[in-house]
Nanobody, 129 residues
């Protein structure tokens, strides 16, 4: 059974940095064969894609709102995916979710919610001004 468990959220001030992690388990293939995505949902808003990494397809993608501030990375041996968030803004406040799916080579779907099969329960990130 695939499990994704996010951790590392918290409350920080604007301009700070924070790293969230996603520990994975239960995959039948090596983590390399999966796209890993980060999504977020702010109060009263729809969940949106933040970043994804598909190692086999050599796809790394960031939403415009976080480009240049967030970095996604993965430790395949350890089964963990990270999202380093720098220069945080109040509008980054949201529950951050980790997601996984068997890899795609289609860049148009790599950060769409419907593509992802497995989801974590999320971790709260709060940025105050």
């Amino acid at each position: 059974q695939v499990q994704l468990v996010e951790s590392g959220g918290g409350a920080v001030q604007s301009g700070s940095s924070l790293s969230v992690s996603c520990e994975t388990s239960g995959f039948t293939l090596d983590l390399d064969y999966y796209c890993m995505g980060w999504f977020r949902q702010a109060p009263g808003k729809e969940r949106q894609g933040v970043s994804c990494i598909c190692t086999k397809a050599r796809i790394t993608y960031y939403a415009d709102a976080v480009k240049g501030r967030f970095t996604i990375s993965r430790d395949n041996a350890g089964g963990t995916v990270y999202l380093q968030m720098n220069s945080l803004k109040p509008e980054d406040t949201a529950v951050y979710y980790c997601a996984a799916a068997e890899t795609t080579y289609d860049t148009t779907i790599a950060l769409t919610q419907s593509f992802y099969e497995y989801w974590g329960r999320g971790t709260q990130v709060t940025v105050s001004s």
